[in-house]
């Protein structure tokens, strides 16, 4: 397995078919469909259902997919960070809910850039889901976010409480 072919695996999940994912990767479609064979032959399973109508995933796709999208973010990640000037020392994945960044996600960029100049920032904006999966991959290290689902090696500090407030063009009795 390699990286390529992952990434080209990927790349047909995304746009649905083989000839898209030849367009996006600027390569021809023979290519496309020998990578997706030298991986389903690696692994020993077919990976997608090809189609005129476009690809859709087998079960052992379904199950490769989520390793994929890990390994390939986890690569990105490992590129990142030893592209790093030696002026910095580490680099902080931070994930934010899309809602919460005009206010509390710039805010805590800001501080986290004064307290920890030495300190690359990412930023991830994404739903609920895409938060509680990317902190528990490891792909980020501090998400802000409505709910807090973490596990047992996470901590969850509670920044500020929410209120609520009841307009109406009626009056309501108290």
């Not at 390529?4 to 030849?22: C, K, Q």
């Not at 997919?65 to 990142?80: F, G």
Request: hydrophobic share 40%.
């Amino acid at each position: 397995m390699n990286l390529i072919e992952l990434r080209t695996f990927l790349t047909i999940i995304e746009t649905g078919n083989l000839v898209r994912a030849s367009e996006q990767l600027n390569v021809t479609q023979s290519t496309v469909t020998a990578r997706l064979k030298s991986l389903e032959d690696e692994l020993g399973q077919v990976l997608i259902n090809r189609k005129k109508s476009g690809a859709s995933l087998t079960a052992a796709g379904v199950r490769l997919q989520r390793y994929a999208n890990t390994i390939s973010d986890l690569w990105w990640q490992a590129r990142q960070e030893t592209a790093l000037s030696d002026s910095l020392s580490a680099v902080c994945n931070f994930a934010c809910h899309p809602d919460l960044w005009p206010q509390m996600g710039s805010k805590m960029i800001d501080y986290i850039r004064s307290n920890h100049p030495s300190v690359a920032l990412s930023v991830w904006h994404g739903n609920q889901s895409d938060l509680t999966n990317w902190l528990n991959a490891g792909l980020t290290n501090i998400s802000l976010s409505y709910w807090p689902n973490a596990n047992q090696k996470q901590s969850v500090l509670p920044l500020i409480t929410d209120q609520l407030i009841l307009v109406s063009t009626r009056k309501i009795a108290q």
